[in-house]
């Protein structure tokens, strides 16, 4: 038994105390890569040592070297949003339109066209990036929400049930929401081929979309924060 899954187990049963606290500290510290500097760096070390005493997160961390480790906690993340409320994912897509608003055009383009694990990386690394430049309040906000999604899929909670049909119908309401025919019929010709859109046109289409969902009423707006987290 190595060192630390020893240390681990004696955690979890409440023994071995000052050995516990500084293999915590050494987690914690090893997870976060943001400088104390980095107004991301306390909300990171406070959700972290929250996920520490979560036996089913320190097996999942066993053995990884911490640039594997934060992957694995980014995964764990992003498989969670599905499984969180609908309101919490509302929040989360106001804080997402808030960061698309901030991104250079080529940056928020890249973002919306990103579909391979390589292009969702590095745009994760530009959204870290704007994200220390909001408010205090919405950056302890969105590790809140990752920490409750990372909880819920360690925990297997059930997936939040929305529908092809209420998605669909969601999606409807929202463009009508535009103000005219012109940027009805250019959102659907980017949402068509996004892929091939030009950066301006796929930033122009996701920062519509993040922009006009507070105006969708509910349940609408829930359902489109919930497929906005689907890959």
């Known amino acids: 038994m190595t060192r630390m899954l020893r240390v681990v187990v004696l955690c979890v049963l409440g023994l071995g105390l000052a050995a516990c606290g500084k293999l915590q500290e050494e987690l914690a510290a090893s997870q976060n890569p943001f400088p104390k500097s980095s107004p991301l760096h306390a ?4 959700v972290t040592r929250k ?3 979560e036996p089913t997160y320190m097996a999942r961390m066993k053995g990884l070297e911490p640039g594997k480790a934060r992957e694995m906690g980014a995964t764990l993340s992003m498989n969670g949003l599905g499984r969180l409320e609908l309101p919490m994912l ?3 897509a106001l804080l997402v339109g808030q960061l698309l608003e ?8 890249e973002i919306a066209k990103a579909v391979t694990p390589a292009q969702v990386s590095r745009t994760t690394d530009r ?3 704007t994200l220390a430049t909001l408010p205090q309040g919405a950056i302890d906000e969105w590790f809140d929400i990752a920490y409750a999604a990372t909880l819920a899929e360690l925990q297997q909670r059930p997936k939040t049930q929305v529908t092809e049909a209420q998605v669909n119908a969601s999606a409807t309401a929202l463009v009508e929401l535009l103000p005219n025919d012109a940027e009805r019929e250019r959102i659907g ?8 859109a030009t950066d301006a046109d796929a930033c122009w289409a ?11 009423p509910e349940p609408q707006r829930g359902h489109f924060a919930w497929a906005s987290t689907q890959q």
């Open 43 to 46: 909300p990171v070390d406070r």
């Open 51 to 53: 996920l520490i005493h």
């Open 90 to 92: 509302e929040r989360r």
């Open 102 to 109: 901030k991104l250079p055009e080529a940056q928020c383009g």
């Open 127 to 129: 959204m870290l990036e």
């Open 189 to 196: 010709r980017v949402m068509s081929n996004l892929p091939g």
């Open 206 to 216: 996701v920062r519509t979309m993040y922009t006009t969902l507070p105006e969708l």
